[in-house]
Structures are given as structure tokens and as C-alpha cells.
């Protein structure tokens, strides 16, 4: 019958204690540098280092992720979104954003930096649920889409900017605005005959009025169109 060593189980024991010790610290020390590595990035994207350029591994990059400026630039017109530095977001940046910047910095052996994202204005003051996407500068105008968080833009908002695009479109609703409130106007309210003369009189002053509200509305909230705030860092640009 074989006898317990009582010596050697508690020298048994004293070195898994060790080893138990040594993987602690090992997780602490990994967990340590990690919270340093996330530090690092948050403070990158919130300074908002200007840069053009990043060292990718060019087999590496995904070619459905890569955006040149003009692409960019077409979007943020159609849905009226603004493309700044990182700095100026006001959101919140989930962990898996910083999670896909440190994988990329491994992979590509390089550091980040220059970040940009592309938002509605108002996610540049408040944070709000539409949907950011944040982007990397690789260099002559192009740029590699990192993430995107948050929840889809609303399915109408193309349509509901298409207004602000330009001068022309802005004419072009307040006409069809002024129309439709002219045919709201009693017959006969300001004459007892319904000629033709008398509706486009009362158009072409429902039509200043109209325009008068638009202009006062964009001038008082600093409004301008789509193709001028578009990578503008000014509220009232």
C-alpha cells in the first residue's frame, strides 16, 4: 500500500500556487497593456492628428473597403452628411471600433492615425443613433473604411435633404409648396369670379411668402447647402 508524502504534496501544491501566481500576473500584465493600447487609440481619435497617409500592406487591404474622396464626397452631398476629422465627433466610439483599429495597426504592422468619420451633422454636437462610419487616409485621396456602427439612416432621408442640395432643387419645392398651398385657397375669397388670372396672382404671392420662410429659416439657423458643409468643422458654414 503506497504511503502520502506529506512534504511532497505540500511542495506539489506550493508550485502550482506559483504557477497560478505567475499566470495571474502574466493576464494582469496583458490586460495592463491592452488598457494602454486602447488609451493610446482614444487619444489619436480624439486629438485628430492630421495625416494623409498610413503604411498599409497593400495585399492586405480589402478592396470593397477602400473609398477615393470624390465617392465620399457624392455621398455626403445626396444624404447631407458631414466628413471631418475624428476630433470633432462628439458620440461615443464603441469598443469595437478601437477593437478594428488595433487588429489592422497588428496586421499592418504600423500605427493608425488621421482618422476621419462620416456622420450627420448633429452627431458632430450631440450623440445620436444614426449611423458613423470611421475611415483610415491611405494616401493620393483615398481612404480605407475601418467600421461603422449604430443603426441605419433613415430610408427617406436621401429624398427629405434633396431640397438642400442645391439652389435649384430648393426652387423647385418652394414652387411645388407654393402650388399646393395656392389650391388650399377658397374660391372666390378674394373675388366672386374663379378666373385663371386670380389663382396665379395669389401663387405668385403664396410663392414669396413661402420663399420669405425659407430664407428667414436659413439665414436664422445658419443653413447653407449640401455641397458646402459637407467637410466643413463650422456649425453655420
Given at each position: 500500500m503506497f504511503?502520502?508524502?506529506?512534504?511532497?504534496?505540500?511542495?506539489?501544491?506550493?508550485?502550482?500556487?506559483?504557477?497560478?501566481?505567475?499566470?495571474?500576473?502574466?493576464?494582469?500584465?496583458?490586460?495592463?497593456?491592452?488598457?494602454?493600447?486602447?488609451d493610446e487609440i482614444k487619444e489619436k481619435l480624439s486629438s485628430g492628428k492630421n495625416s494623409n497617409f498610413n503604411e498599409f500592406e497593400f495585399d492586405l487591404l480589402e478592396t470593397d473597403k477602400i473609398y477615393h474622396i470624390e465617392t465620399i464626397k457624392n455621398i455626403c452631398i445626396d444624404y447631407r452628411l458631414r466628413f471631418?476629422?475624428?476630433?470633432?465627433?462628439?458620440?461615443?466610439?464603441?469598443?469595437?471600433?478601437?477593437?478594428?483599429?488595433?487588429?489592422?495597426?497588428?496586421?499592418?504592422?504600423?500605427?493608425?492615425?488621421?482618422?476621419?468619420?462620416?456622420?450627420?451633422?448633429?452627431?458632430?454636437?450631440?450623440?445620436?443613433?444614426?449611423d458613423p462610419l470611421l475611415f483610415a487616409p491611405i494616401g493620393n485621396g483615398y481612404y480605407y473604411l475601418i467600421h461603422k456602427w449604430g443603426n441605419d439612416l433613415?430610408?427617406?432621408?436621401?429624398?427629405?435633404?434633396?431640397?438642400?442640395?442645391?439652389?435649384?432643387?430648393?426652387?423647385?419645392?418652394?414652387?411645388?409648396?407654393?402650388?399646393?398651398?395656392?389650391?388650399l385657397v377658397p374660391h372666390g375669397l378674394f373675388s366672386k369670379s374663379n378666373s385663371s388670372a386670380e389663382f396665379w396672382i395669389i401663387y405668385?404671392?403664396?410663392?414669396?411668402?413661402?420663399?420669405a420662410v425659407v430664407l428667414f429659416y436659413g439665414f436664422a439657423m445658419g443653413k447653407n447647402f449640401n455641397p458646402a458643409i459637407w467637410n466643413s468643422k463650422y456649425f453655420n458654414a
Open positions: 504511503k502520502t508524502n506529506i512534504e511532497l504534496q505540500l511542495k506539489k501544491l506550493r508550485e502550482n500556487q506559483l504557477n497560478e501566481s505567475r499566470i495571474l500576473e502574466e493576464v494582469a500584465h496583458i490586460l495592463k497593456q491592452t488598457e494602454l493600447q486602447d471631418l476629422d475624428s476630433k470633432y465627433f462628439k458620440g461615443i466610439i464603441p469598443q469595437s471600433a478601437i477593437s478594428k483599429i488595433k487588429s489592422l495597426e497588428k496586421q499592418h504592422n504600423t500605427e493608425l492615425e488621421g482618422f476621419k468619420i462620416m456622420a450627420p451633422s448633429k452627431l458632430f454636437k450631440l450623440a445620436d443613433k444614426d433613415h430610408p427617406l432621408r436621401k429624398l427629405l435633404v434633396w431640397p438642400f442640395k442645391n439652389i435649384v432643387n430648393l426652387t423647385l419645392v418652394t414652387l411645388v409648396i407654393s402650388y399646393f398651398a395656392t389650391l405668385f404671392f403664396m410663392f414669396k411668402s413661402v420663399a
